[in-house]
């Protein structure tokens, strides 16, 4: 598997027929370095509800029906076994399906629901009979439950919302920008107005707190009142982030009309171009390095896979916009990505290289197929490379 085409072609349905738990439901988590699924771990939310979303999107940017079964039998899992009976989807359950009792298994954080939302507007477009009725706006009013009254920002859980933000306690941009992408899909999808309008407060969120405006770069974390936090953590910059951050923006100025998020946008990618990109004459050149410091130096000079992914979609974003070395830029990503994170001809790939392209961490983490999926229909409706409408391989059989 060398490429992004045989990515939707060939490699989607056959990591599928792979990840797929046949005797209890549900996915695998990962494969191991050798790429068998791993069973008997914890199932959570995140893997089901990013695996929906990427089956229904890959549907409707490729017309392949047949990625419908899986979409459905897996969101039908997820809807039995993850989703709480008060509001939104636990963190996580036992392999078999069955409730963990432990505290960070009950938890219902933010970050998953937006992948929850993610997955049901996508699957409903796809297939409008797939999602039961009101299971989007019973989990809209759960998350409006997670949400700040004063700033409009989430509490990192249904704990935190309990009891408030304590002094001490971090809050992350993270959940904020899932939660515009999840919402901004929802508009897109629907052309309902009140998406939107959600979108904007995400917006507004993310310049009133998260934006270092001496830089322009994003911060990952912030102090429990949204104010900027001391220490490595308040000074923590991803690479990864800038560039997804800046995707969003130029997709709500695409969607909204509002042209000015665009400069929020250059400001983090010229941020991340400055500092965050492997130039030693390694084998790794291009990628983005893990982790930075404020002020551009690197803490963490390893490569995972999703950042990759997410500078390849800017990049095929600005080639429509007309910039003259956006496609080049997006072409050496699919080269690096998948030369190097995947192996040829077989269901596997890892999480981490070096510089040199030495792997870190070996696992082929079910999570990451959301990162990649939207990396390839990014490049595909930017004319970068083709998505073929037949995939080869039938899924009819996949539990």
Known sequence: MTSATAFAMDFVPRWIAFATDQQAGGLVERLDGEGRPVFGEP???LVHARTVF????????TGNSALLGPARRIHAFMDAHLRHPEGG??????????LREDAASRTRRAYDQSFALLALVTLQKADPKAVPEGRIEGLWRFIEELTEPVTGALYEDDQMARSGARAGERRAQNPQMH??????????????????????RYIS??????????????REFVSHDLSSLEGAEGQRREP?????????????????GHEDVRSLADRMTA?????????TGDPLDGALFDALKADGSVIENTHLLWPLTEAGKLACAL???????????????????????????QVRWVNQLDGRGGVIWPDALSRLIYHVALFVTEGARAGLWSIQPELRISLSSSP
């Not at 990864?240 to 909204?256: I, K, N, P, T």
């Open 179 to 200: 939660m515009l992408e999840a919402v901004l899909q929802a508009y897109e999808l629907t052309g309902e107005s009140v998406w939107l309008e959600r979108a904007t």
């Open 43 to 45: 199932k959570t939310t």
């Open 54 to 61: 990427s089956l229904a999107h890959l549907c409707l940017e």
């Open 240 to 256: 990864g982030h800038q560039y997804e951050w800046a995707w969003l923006l130029h997709r709500y100025a695409d969607l909204s």
């Open 89 to 98: 989807y636990r963190y996580a359950i036992d392999p078999d399906g069955s």
């Open 271 to 279: 941020f991340a171009d400055g500092h965050g990109i492997r130039r």
């Open 205 to 218: 969120l993310l310049q009133d707190y998260f934006i270092d405006r001496s830089t322009g770069s994003v």
């Open 319 to 345: 080639h429509l916009r007309g910039d003259v070395h956006a496609a080049a830029r997006a072409e050496e990503l699919e080269r690096l990505i998948f030369s190097r994170f995947f192996a040829a001809d």
